[in-house]
């Protein structure tokens, strides 16, 4: 579509250099003949790939209003670059400026697989196209041969059920059987669902990889719905939802669409998933306005059921839509954990400031009210521990203070990095019996980040450990762990 | 006739300081103990306040609250209140006084906060309840001032006037009810019985016409609502030097509430004690007398006549010559002044209508 449009608009070829890595570097320089819908070839190359160089680079001229197009085309590669996690991305605007998104994962999802299309899925105009092109001589090998899980004894079945002579030859049929026979296999119901083999869905894994690496988010949750099927196309619904970091704050939530992998960037609400995600009620999930939310879909199909020509939204295919809607709900709740959590945390937190500031002032106060010489003890009722202090990370962890939990029905762990640019890992432990485990694996705090969070399991010693993030990149440590009776 | 009398005031200082190092002695123990700390206190909610005939004031129901620093939203009134105990003590023990404002203020030095004197006024009264004293045992005073003025002799018991003998005859305006009056010892006496009233113009006009000799009187300007320093004051003399209280006010039902509430207390200090005077008597102006004594009257507005109404029902008010004003009230629909009496000449008021109250209430 861009090169077309470039072509049309400029006049120019484009240029290709692509390699898989192995021995031969391929060089192309092409036009479209639009016409026929084919390349013209104008200049080949084939060079030898002394460096093992991999990956695709496409240059082409287009007209167009950079300035005004510049966001929406850096947008456009920051989503490429979600649901391909695994590219690295490199483009060099009009103005010179250089744009990477980098790779996180070296693991490329298995590729689509090709497929005979399945009976519910054809039209006449395919049917026709088929039986001009099959070596088939009667129906009952045309049916196993030309069709996505048709067997034998489906194929028989059909037949019967079709009122059509299994010896037939298929080029014998005329127009008009040809319609009924289309007709016949889409109310036909004994085919077997399409199989998804054949589709490329982006995973869990690598759809939370993408989402880490462009929105940095404090909390996500990805999920991937079972294959499904319409109109005898099948198709999967990746369904992503992330909170904080990068992802925009806006008055709504921001969706990102996806169509295999492609983002969809326009006419955004007469999309399916739009519509679906303004039914839901996103204060049940204890989501307000003002939150910085994305939720992402992702539909992979080998056809996607585009309302426009210009693919830009999708239709509400109600075996579609439901797929989508269960996905959002499931995400939905997994972020209404996180939420409530969080909101608890946060009220735990307030609590103990509370606690700190007033508590040392009851007993000051008491003491010199009841003319006593010595304060009493309150680190009974509540306790804060410093366990780092402005601390220079090191290379491998090192373990803070231990505080004694025991006392305490209220366990609250603060940290805080401190150090302008480099990042720390921190974890925490807990020791029960005699071992210590992990209550709180792996946190990375960037420069200038805070952490809290609550301590939910009994133990007896509480410690916190912190690293580096990266080698020889110290950060300063801050934390304290508090401790409240109550 | 002259009579010494003997003097509570200091004894009591001692029994205050002793309560309120209990307390504290109290919040330490419960942390040593690893309990958060804790108060009990009658609640002062309105659901909780009754009218007690036998004692004839408002006193708090068996209701109790709980204050605990373990509760996040108690912490703070708790704090404030650990506070303002040990800043009263300090006061007490120093022998110094303090103003309710003052005390607002003061808090700031200790990195205490308040909101607003309505907060630190609240948590004063938290501590009048808790420790059952009034503030002005606790040395905090408002700072509304009434005046006294009479044959009655006292020591002062302040810091630099200790053992200092004062007769309240010596200033013609008057002596302000202030700390060091309200702590000081009662010493002697010649009058017999203690005028109150209500408005200025007419405590200066008894000065003036020497009702104190004429009458034998102590005399006592209020200032309006009686301060509550100065209903303590009144009920000292009453039993301590068991004279005799006679109230003067506006012919009116805030006039005639400002007598109640020297003789059966206020709603609002259902949690004290020895504030009140039960014996002291409503002297006038009655409702009765703006006909018998032809005095100048206004209308009585709509508020005048729901307040009447809401004083009928009050359970203060059972009494006969309440019940009898009230309804002689709402007949005439009249109210007038103290100053009233004025239209007849300046002595009037002395000359005719007291002796013929005093009279008529056996004095």
């Not at chain 1, 037939?168 to 289309?182: G, H, I, Q, T």
């Not at chain 2, 017999?192 to 006009?205: C, L, P, S």
Request: with cysteine; hydrophobic share 40%; net charge positive.
């Amino acid at each position: 579509m861009a090169i077309l449009y470039g072509q049309i608009t400029t006049n120019k070829p484009v240029r290709i250099i692509s390699s898989t890595g192995g021995s031969r570097i391929f060089k192309y320089v092409l036009m479209i003949d639009i016409e026929k819908n084919r390349p013209v070839i104008l200049d080949r190359k084939v060079q030898k790939n002394r460096w093992k160089w991999h990956g695709t680079i496409v240059e082409f001229h287009l007209e167009g209003d950079y300035p005004k197009a510049m966001p929406r085309i850096l947008e456009y590669l920051k989503l490429t670059a979600i649901v391909n996690p695994y590219a690295n991305i490199t483009f060099v605007d009009p103005r010179g400026r250089l744009y990477r998104f980098e790779r996180k994962s070296e693991e490329v999802p298995p590729p689509p697989v090709e497929t005979l299309p399945h009976p519910h899925g054809v039209d006449v105009e395919t049917l026709q196209r088929i039986i001009r092109s099959t070596s088939c001589t009667n129906m009952l090998n045309f049916m196993k041969e030309h069709f996505h899980r048709v067997g034998e004894q489906t194929a028989r079945q059909f037949l019967k059920f079709a009122g059509i002579d299994e010896r037939l030859n298929p080029k014998r049929l005329r127009p008009n059987d040809l319609v009924d026979l289309v007709r016949a296999m889409k109310s036909f119901n004994e085919f077997l669902p399409p199989d998804a083999n054949c589709l490329s869905p982006i995973g869990e894994d690598l759809m939370r990889t993408g989402i880490l690496k462009e929105l940095e988010p404090r909390f996500m949750a990805v999920s991937q719905r079972k294959p499904s099927a319409y109109s005898g196309h099948p198709f999967i619904v990746e369904v992503a939802i992330a909170y904080g970091g990068k992802v925009p704050t806006r008055n709504d939530i921001t969706l990102y669409r996806f169509a295999n992998k492609i983002p969809l960037m326009y006419d955004e609400s007469g999309d399916v998933s739009w519509k679906i995600l303004r039914s839901i009620n996103w204060r049940r999930y204890g989501v307000s306005p003002g939150m910085p939310i994305a939720v992402l879909v992702h539909l992979c199909s080998t056809k996607i059921p585009y309302k426009t020509v210009g693919k830009e939204l999708i239709a509400d295919i109600p075996e579609i839509s439901r797929e989508i809607l269960n996905g959002i709900r499931e995400v939905a709740r997994r972020l209404r954990r996180y939420l409530m959590r969080r909101k608890q945390v946060e009220r735990q937190r307030r609590r103990l400031t509370i606690f700190s500031r007033y508590l040392p002032k009851i007993a000051t106060f008491s003491a010199q009210l009841g003319g006593l010489k010595e304060m009493p003890d309150i680190n009974k009722l509540y306790k804060r521990q410093m366990v780092f202090r402005d601390y220079e990370t090191g290379n491998s962890y090192t373990d803070g203070e231990a505080f004694n939990a025991e006392p305490y029905k209220t366990i609250l762990v603060m940290a805080k990095n401190k150090h302008e640019s480099n990042s720390v890992i921190l974890r925490v432990l807990g020791l029960t019996g005699s071992r210590w485990r992990v209550l709180i694996p792996e946190v990375t705090l960037e420069a200038g980040a805070e952490f809290y969070e609550m301590l939910t399991k009994k133990v007896r010693l509480v410690k916190i450990q912190v690293k580096s993030a990266a080698r020889n990149k110290p950060g300063i440590f801050e934390a304290f762990i508090d401790g409240l009776s109550e | 006739m002259e009579r010494n009398v003997k003097s509570k005031s200091l004894d009591r200082k001692e029994i205050v300081l002793e309560s309120l190092e209990g307390l504290g002695r109290r919040f330490c123990e419960q942390i040593d103990k690893g309990v958060f700390p804790w108060v009990e206190m009658k609640s002062r909610s309105t659901d909780n306040i009754f009218y007690s005939p036998e004692l004839r004031q408002y006193v708090l129901g068996e209701r109790v609250v709980r204050r605990s620093s373990r509760i996040v939203r108690h912490l703070r009134p708790f704090t404030q209140m650990v506070w303002t105990a040990y800043f009263v003590k300090e006061l007490i023990q120093q022998r110094k006084t303090s103003t309710l404002r003052d005390v607002y203020y003061s808090a700031q030095a200790y990195d205490i906060f308040f909101k607003d004197q309505a907060e630190s006024d609240n948590i004063i009264t938290d501590l009048e309840t808790v420790t059952g004293f009034p503030r002005e045992d606790l040395n905090v005073f408002p700072e509304e001032r009434s005046a006294v003025f009479g044959d009655l002799t006292i020591e002062y018991t302040v810091p630099g006037y200790e053992g200092r003998r004062l007769n309240l005859t010596s200033h013609p305006d008057g002596l302000m009810i202030g700390p060091a009056l309200t702590n000081a010892r009662l010493v002697k006496t010649g009058a017999d019985k203690v005028i109150v009233i209500e408005k200025g113009a007419m405590f200066t006009r008894f000065v003036e016409e020497r009702v104190y000799e004429k009458f034998n009187a102590i005399l006592i300007y209020t200032a309006g609502q009686a301060p509550r320093s100065t209903r303590y004051f009144i009920r000292r003399l009453n039993q301590e030097l068991e004279l005799p209280v006679y109230i003067f006010s506006d012919a009116d039902p805030w006039g005639m509430h400002i007598a109640m509430v020297i003789i059966s207390g206020s709603a609002n200090a259902a949690h004290l004690r020895d504030l009140t005077t039960p014996d002291a008597q409503w002297a006038g102006v009655w409702a009765s007398d703006i006909n018998s004594y032809k005095l100048p009257s206004e209308g009585l507005s709509d508020i005048d006549i729901k307040r009447l109404h809401e004083l009928s029902r009050d359970p203060r008010y059972k009494g006969k010559l309440w019940q009898r004003e009230i309804k002689m009230f709402m007949k005439i629909k009249k109210k007038c002044e103290l100053e009233a009496f004025s239209r007849y000449g300046l002595t009037h008021i002395v000359d005719k209508y007291l002796p013929e109250r005093l009279k008529e209430l056996g004095a």
